[in-house]
């Protein structure tokens, strides 16, 4: 019998959630993720030392202050990370705009087009790369206005309906729901134990998948942050799971049966429409307690992570 990971490619679209080369090359993903905090990690491995090494000497030839020129070599290390990854798988790689922009629309805005530029300069295509971006209003409407540009956008950090349905609504891309990071605040709240049916990740992705397919949003649901297999066999055939190195080799070394739980031909009730203008939005999320901690907590976690890849940059130059 095939591998799980062979039936799971079989039904969804498998994305390696790293940024090491290494693991690409060994689990043939169809596309692949990146954030500050892989990159960091993958940026310390003397494997790549060399595209460190490209980054330093290039930022040191920039004008401006140690800390912009840290900043741009942190861009352009993003950027050549996934110049590599492009190489090893034929779908899409995503590339974050930086955390601390994430309240900043037309900060976003500009960075992703930098970060598209900086791609072609490399001759990879829009249709190539995915720009991440956390899914605050104003990550939403920045990645609305790159839509329309042909821009297209992954929206990070979905922890509610509210958020995901904004991100449809705004013609993004895909969307990139955290369902082990829902499960990791339910159970430090709860001090409960979820089985992998009535895992509140779990049941919020479904939820959001259902939503989608019953009032027609083309907006692919890519299910992330994974905590265990369970997760992902709950989610078999989701539009797209992006999955950890660690958790792709227990699939691959899985022959057991694996069912598909999703399908877009499903039948189900119409879920009601979700309102979404700004007061909408801004109300439904702030009643969520976990969606709002979540967020705050990915934001700066990312951020964090980039302000030490910045710092281990400025000391190389």
């Not at 994974?226 to 999955?243: Q, S």
């Not at 967020?295 to 910045?310: H, P, Q, S, V, Y």
Request: glycine share 6%.
């Amino acid at each position: 019998m095939p591998s799980k990971l062979d039936q799971l490619k079989a039904m969804t679209t498998v994305v390696a959630d790293t940024g090491d080369i290494a693991s690409i090359q060994a689990f043939k993903p169809t596309d692949c993720t990146t954030n500050p905090t892989l990159i960091l990690k993958a940026a310390q491995m003397p494997a790549y030392a060399s595209i460190v090494d490209e980054a330093v000497a290039w930022a040191k030839r920039q004008t401006g202050s140690r800390q912009v020129q840290a900043a741009a070599a942190c861009d352009r290390l993003a950027v050549s990370f996934g110049a590599e990854l492009t190489r090893l798988v034929p779908g899409r790689v995503s590339t974050e705009v930086d955390a601390d922009l994430s309240f900043d629309t037309l900060a976003t805005v500009a960075k992703a087009r930098a970060i598209i530029a900086d791609y072609a300069s490399r001759d990879i295509g829009r249709n190539r790369i995915l720009i991440k971006i956390a899914a605050t209003w104003e990550g939403i409407r920045a990645a609305e206005i790159l839509q329309k540009d042909g821009i297209d956008c992954n929206l990070t950090l979905i922890f509610s309906a509210v958020q995901a349905v904004a991100c449809a609504e705004a013609g993004v891309f895909l969307i990139s729901p955290f369902v082990g990071r829902i499960l990791d605040w339910h159970v430090k709240a709860t001090g409960q134990t979820y089985t992998a049916e009535t895992d509140p990740g779990v049941v919020s992705v479904r939820g959001i998948y259902r939503y989608f397919k019953a009032h027609g949003h083309k907006t692919v649901v890519m299910g992330a942050s994974f905590r265990n297999l369970g997760e992902i066999e709950a989610l078999a055939g989701c539009d797209r799971l992006t999955i950890a190195p660690t958790l792709l080799e227990q699939l691959q070394k899985d022959e057991g049966m694996l069912v598909r739980r999703l399908s877009p031909d499903a039948a189900a009730p119409r879920p009601d429409r979700i309102v979404t203008d700004e007061a909408s939005f801004r109300w439904q999320f702030n009643e969520d307690a976990m969606a709002t901690e979540k967020l705050a907590e990915g934001i700066r976690l990312f951020a964090k992570d980039l302000g030490a890849l910045r710092a281990m940059v400025a000391e190389r130059l």
